[in-house]
C-alpha cells in the first residue's frame, strides 16, 4: 500500500520519461516517500517501454504496465486505476503540461475534506487549433449530455480511494473518465494550476479523434440525440401537415394549382435524408450496446515492471 499513486497513461513519450520521472520524485517526497508512479504503455511504438523498465529497475516506486496493443488513453487510466494502492491517486498526462509541481497544491486542497481536486488550468500552451477543437468538443459534450463540463479541466485531478474504487466498478467499454467521476457526485473543488508547454513531440489528439471521442462520450451518457430526432421528426411531420393544408386551401379558394414534381422531389430527397440520419442514430446506438454485450476486457496487459495480483 501507498499513501499517494500517479497514474499516468504514456503513448509515444520516451523524450519526456526522464525528466517526468524527475520531477515527479521530487514533487510527490515534498508529500511523503511512500508513493508509486503507475506508467501505462499503450504501444505508441517508441522507446518509452524501454525507459519505464529501466526507471522501475532503478526505483521500485516507478511501476511500469505495457498494453497488447494500442487500446486509448482512457483505457491506460483504467488500467493504472486497476492496479493502484494509494490513499489518493493523482490522475495526469505524460507531456509534462500537467506539472508534477502542482500535485502538493492538489493534495493540500483534499485535505481540506474534498474527495476530488481538479487541476483547472489557466493560460494553456496548447496551439490554437487545439484549442478550438477542445472547447469545440466541451461545447457539443455539454449540450447533448446535459452535464456542464469545464473545458479548462482536463485529466489532470487527485481523487480519494474511495472514489477510484467506485470507478473501478464501472466496466462500461466506452471510457470518459472524467465524465464517469462527475457522474459518482462525491464532494470536489478545483483549484487554479499553470498550464506547461509539451515537453517534447506533438499532440495526438487531431479535430477528427476528438470528434470521433465526444460520439462514442455522448452516446454512453446520453440518448439526447435520440430525442432530437424524434422532435425532428415530429415537427417535419408538423410542418409538411400545415404545408399541405395550406397548399389545398390555395388550390380550393383561390384557383392556383398545385406545384408539381421539383417541389415533390426537393421533399422527398429531404425526409429521405432525414429517415436515413435518424436510423443511422438508432444504428450507432444498437451497435455500441451489442459492444457492450460482448463483456470482453476493457484492455488486455502484455508486460509488468511488478507482480500482477489484480
Sequence with gaps: MAHISVVIPVYKAADCLQELYRRLKTSLEEISSDFECILVEDCGGDESWTII???????????????????GQHYGITAGLDHCTGDWVVVMDCDLQ????????????????????????????????KRLSSL???RLFNYLTGMSYDAKVGNFRIMSAKVVKNCCRMRESLRFLPGM????????????????????GESTYTLGRLLHLATDTIIAYSDKPLRISVKLGFGIAGLSFVA??????????????????????VSLY???????????????????????????????????????EH
Design 53 to 71: 523498465e529501466q526507471l522501475a529497475k532503478e526505483d521500485p516506486r516507478i511501476k511500469g504496465i505495457q498494453f497488447s496493443r494500442n487500446f
Design 98 to 129: 500537467d506539472a508534477p509541481e502542482e500535485i502538493p497544491r492538489l493534495y493540500a486542497k483534499a485535505l481540506e475534506g474534498f474527495d476530488i481536486v481538479l487541476a483547472q488550468r489557466i493560460n494553456r500552451k496548447d496551439k490554437v487549433e
Design 136 to 138: 469545440l468538443f466541451y
Design 181 to 200: 467521476i462527475d457522474w459518482m457526485g462525491f464532494p470536489a473543488a478545483s483549484i487554479e494550476v499553470e498550464h506547461g508547454s509539451r515537453y517534447a
Design 244 to 265: 399541405g393544408i395550406t397548399l389545398l386551401l390555395y388550390a380550393m379558394f383561390h384557383d392556383i394549382p398545385i406545384m408539381g414534381w421539383s417541389s415533390l422531389i
Design 270 to 308: 429531404f425526409l429521405g435524408g432525414i429517415i436515413i440520419a435518424n436510423l443511422g442514430i438508432i444504428g450507432i446506438y444498437l451497435g455500441k450496446t451489442f459492444d457492450e454485450t460482448k463483456k470482453r476486457p476493457l484492455y488486455i496487459i502484455n508486460h509488468t515492471t511488478f507482480d500482477d
